[in-house]
Nanobody, 125 residues
Framework: QVTLVESGGGLVQPGASLTLSCTASGLNFGSYAMAWFRQAPGSKREFVAGLSSSGLYTYYADSLKGRLITSRDNAKNTMYLQMNNLGPGDTAVYYC??????????????????WGQGTQVTVAS
């Protein structure tokens, strides 16, 4: 059984930083392209960042580039998302997703085979 578990969400003030983690089990993690998506209330799920299976290549949504750093540790079956200078617009549920058919992630959520349950990030003063 494949599981993806996100952690690290919470309530933070504007301008703060936060690092999310996603730990996978039940799959050959190093063979999967991985990505982060988020979904705010009343909005569609959107691509945030992604990593090639090796971790050598990273991809970011244009609107978020410069504030995010994503990485992975294949030995620990874990992916990370560091978010800096958070604002209220970053409030959303953040999901990690795994794609076993491609070595590099796309931004289309339909490409991904497995999803975590999500972790809530709330940015408010």
């Amino acid at each position: 059984q494949v599981t993806l578990v996100e952690s690290g969400g919470g309530l933070v003030q504007p301008g703060a930083s936060l690092t999310l983690s996603c730990t996978a089990s039940g799959l050959n993690f190093g063979s999967y392209a991985m990505a982060w998506f988020r979904q705010a209330p009343g909005s569609k799920r959107e691509f945030v960042a992604g990593l090639s299976s090796s971790g050598l290549y990273t991809y970011y949504a244009d609107s978020l580039k410069g504030r995010l750093i994503t990485s992975r540790d294949n030995a620990k079956n874990t992916m990370y998302l560091q978010m800096n200078n958070l604002g209220p617009g970053d409030t959303a549920v953040y999901y990690c997703a795994a794609d076993g058919d491609n070595t590099s992630p796309g931004s289309n959520s339909e490409l991904f085979d497995y999803w975590g349950q999500g972790t809530q990030v709330t940015v408010a003063s």
